[in-house]
């Protein structure tokens, strides 16, 4: 992979680039919990986005897309947005720079990577983080990695319309090998945990759908709306409230009769999540993958019930882990198609992973994409 890019801008743009890698990322636990202020676990994977790039002395920017097979040409000014969406990513990027004091210059880049696209493995996070990092690099633009993930956030936000949490920005910029996160997604403290299953005799594994259902961001920007419209209830009689996190379950009930019965259903969600988050690390910090798993389950029935954002194919595989004796398994990111998640025994691995793709192609047409996970670093030059 790297080699192609770099022998690409080679043949487009002559000798001299800087590569730079940003990578996607799994979540353990804590699904829609970022922009409610609480508690995520992601870890960063062996899939990423690669940029080539150089300064080119101009005031353009052309960044050429290998698997797009195109070439995006803009100034660096909110006016020259791309057509092509692709390149609205480093286009919003270059601009969120420039918008904090960033000396964004001309440049030319190829881009090209491995992350699955819609699986729900933030390729576009990546995509971002990716230009962050190397931007901030070659313009030493003096940017922190916490500032360089809220720049591919606001990205999301203000030129792709998604109003997305921090947790897959800053997972693909924070990543450590063997490691996941514990991010506090209100204050942006972290902390490292080890976390290597295959020594207890578990695997990760992840079954990609494959689907991806229409309309996807504005039914996640709905969902954000619901928590938000629970927490303006909650907030009349318990004024400390700011996000979701800070909720008591039973200041949720006293809410009951005065909000939508979607919208307290979201919540409901949010406010169970918190609790299996709690349970799910302390779980992890005792080897105890069984409770660790269990949670897993539970967290799918949330969203899948509660939060409604999963999908048939998704709640099949799910099914499909509950009977083969997975220990944990769940749709994981924002939903309506991707992956799910699987902690399942290093015995039951074969089982589970033939009896998925033979019952899921019988029902849906086609077998689901099988990834292993391998926790790895974040952004970073190569
Ligand atoms: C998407 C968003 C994240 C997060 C997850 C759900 O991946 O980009 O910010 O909200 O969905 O946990």
Redesign the pocket.
């Known amino acids: 992979m790297q080699n192609i890019i770099v022998s690409k801008f080679k043949e487009i743009f002559g000798t001299g680039c800087a590569l730079y890698a940003a990578p996607g990322r799994v ?1 353990l636990i804590g ?5 409610n202020g609480g508690y995520v676990l992601p870890g960063a994977i062996d899939k990423a986005i690669y940029v080539a790039i150089k300064p080119n002395g101009g005031a353009k920017a052309r960044i050429f897309s290998v698997q797009n097979d195109e070439m995006a040409e803009f100034r660096l000014c909110e006016s020259d947005i791309p057509a092509f969406q692709w390149a609205r990513y480093p286009f919003g990027v270059c601009m969120e720079m420039i918008k904090r004091d960033g000396r964004v210059e001309g440049f030319d880049a190829v881009v090209s990577g491995d992350v699955p696209l819609g699986a729900g493995l ?1 390729s576009s ?1 990546a995509l971002c983080s990716a230009f962050a990092f190397a931007l901030n690099d070659i313009f030493g633009c003096g940017f922190e990695r916490a500032e360089l993930a809220l720049i591919g956030q606001s990205t999301e936000h203000n030129y792709e319309g998604v109003k ?5 920005q800053f997972a693909s910029i924070f990543g450590r090998k063997g490691n996941i996160i514990r991010l506090n997604c209100n204050t942006l403290d972290y902390e490292y945990i080890p976390f290597d299953p295959e020594s207890a005799g578990y695997r990760l594994v992840l079954l990609d759908t494959r689907v991806k259902h229409e309309l996807a961001s504005s039914a996640y920007n709905r969902r954000r709306e619901s928590c938000e419209n629970a927490v303006e209830a909650i907030r009349k009689r318990h004024p400390e409230v700011e996000v979701l996190w800070d909720v008591e379950p039973d200041w949720l009930e006293e809410v009951r009769g005065e909000i939508s019965a979607e919208d307290f259903k979201r919540a409901e969600y949010v406010t169970g999540e918190k609790q299996r988050i709690q349970c799910f690390c302390e779980a992890l910090e005792e080897d105890d993958y069984e409770t660790a798993g269990e949670m897993m389950y539970l967290t799918h029935e949330g969203l899948s019930k509660l939060y409604e954002v999963s999908c048939p194919e998704l709640d099949f595989l799910n099914e499909v882990a509950c009977h083969e004796s997975v220990t944990g398994s769940r749709m994981m ?2 939903g309506f198609g991707g992956c799910t998640i699987n902690l399942v025994g290093a015995d039951r691995y074969d089982a589970f992973v033939d009896a998925a793709k033979t019952e899921f192609a019988a029902k849906f047409g086609h077998e689901p994409s099988v990834y292993d996970v391998v926790i790895s670093d974040g952004a970073r030059k190569l």
Request: aromatic share 6%; charged share 20%.
């Open positions: 979540n699904e829609h919990t970022d922009y933030s996070a997305c949490g921090i947790m897959d990111g924002g």
